[in-house]
């Protein structure tokens, strides 16, 4: 399932602390228990090209096969599942769960979904059946056979590339970069809705040499319309050093996505920047506008710009 590949001695566990070698069998501890539990706007996540203005019930439980130094996310992240006190809630009832907020989306976030895949591909069943869209906001370090089951049963699924460096991501997230990019690769080949974050981080991979690499690499593998968010970083778990993201830095990157043809590039945490909103590739106009996470205007009409008439990449309804 995990790229990591661990070798795990009986009573023992991987690196996601998540699952543990039992008498030769290899077992979940986290089936079931959720840890964290939210309803965020879809734009959250981020997904910009995906049902925009949707509310998605989200969860997570304990785990992770990277250990990120600057991961936002690490109490829940870094911790095993003993650290938490939580009840058993079963797929089924997180569908009602998700039903009774009314909520159009399940959300599988926060930590990384892969730990907890048996949960999730059993949750996604139960909430196609119900009409309810699934999306996975993932690391992508999974093997080919269980990304091509979730790619299944999920309908949209957003990879944090975080570098495009294998001694950054060794160094940094205790990983490896290559079998990000195949995942990558794979989703994109799949017809699964993809989008792309990249935590621009100062010092670490804010580069002209990491920026090019990354930006020529996705247009020249995966295309011009797959949503590629560039983030501001915000000190926290092990980073508390370094300054948050220039506003500028980030302005960089998206400029220089754009000039080589990406159509979709945003500037992410950071509220009510213009680099927000959704352009049209063919008149420029904002088809959509951000105010934060929030939706302050559509001009679309059923997926096309309401300007010109041009075709948006995305799933609008």
């Excluded at 569908?95 to 009314?102: C, E, G, L």
């Excluded at 160094?171 to 990000?180: D, G, W």
């Excluded at 926290?236 to 000039?259: G, K, V």
């Excluded at 063919?282 to 679309?300: D, H, L, Q, T, Y």
Aim: glycine share 6%.
């Amino acid at each position: 399932m995990c790229a990591q590949g661990c070798v795990i001695k009986s009573g023992e566990r991987g690196k996601c602390r998540a699952r543990m070698n039992v008498n030769g069998e290899l077992r979940s501890l986290v089936y079931g228990r959720p840890v964290a539990v939210h309803v965020d706007p879809i734009e959250k996540k981020p997904f910009y090209h995906f049902l925009p203005g949707s509310e998605a019930f989200s969860f997570a439980t304990s785990g992770c096969p990277l250990h990120c130094k600057f991961c936002q996310n690490w109490e829940i992240s870094q911790s095993r599942p003993e650290d938490f006190n939580d009840a058993f809630v079963p797929p089924s009832e997180m569908v009602k769960n998700a039903m009774s907020k009314r909520a159009p989306v399940i959300a599988f976030t926060y930590n990384e979904p892969t730990v907890f895949m048996e949960y999730m591909a059993d949750t996604a069943a139960i909430a196609r059946k119900q009409q309810l869209r699934c999306v996975m906001v993932s690391c992508g370090l999974m093997n080919s056979e269980p990304l091509a089951e979730m790619c299944r049963l999920l309908d949209a699924i957003k990879i944090d590339l975080k570098g495009f460096s294998p001694d950054f991501y060794r160094n940094v997230c205790r990983a490896e970069l290559h079998p990000v990019l195949n995942s990558i690769r794979q989703i994109a080949k799949s017809g699964t809705h993809l989008e792309i974050v990249n935590l621009v981080v100062p010092t670490l991979n804010d580069s002209e040499k990491m920026l090019h690499g990354l930006v020529d690499w996705i247009t020249a593998e995966i295309g011009p319309d797959v949503p590629i968010h560039f983030t501001r970083f915000h000190p926290d778990y092990q980073l508390l050093n370094l300054p948050p993201t220039p506003i500028a830095t980030l302005e960089r990157f998206r400029n220089y996505a754009m000039s080589k043809g990406i159509r979709y590039a945003y500037v992410g945490n950071v509220p009510n920047h213009s680099g927000n909103n959704t352009y049209c590739p063919r008149c420029g106009k904002a088809v959509i506008e951000r105010s934060s996470i929030f939706i302050a205007a559509v001009n679309m009409d059923r997926g096309h710009c309401r300007y010109c008439g041009k075709e948006i990449a995305g799933v609008w309804a």
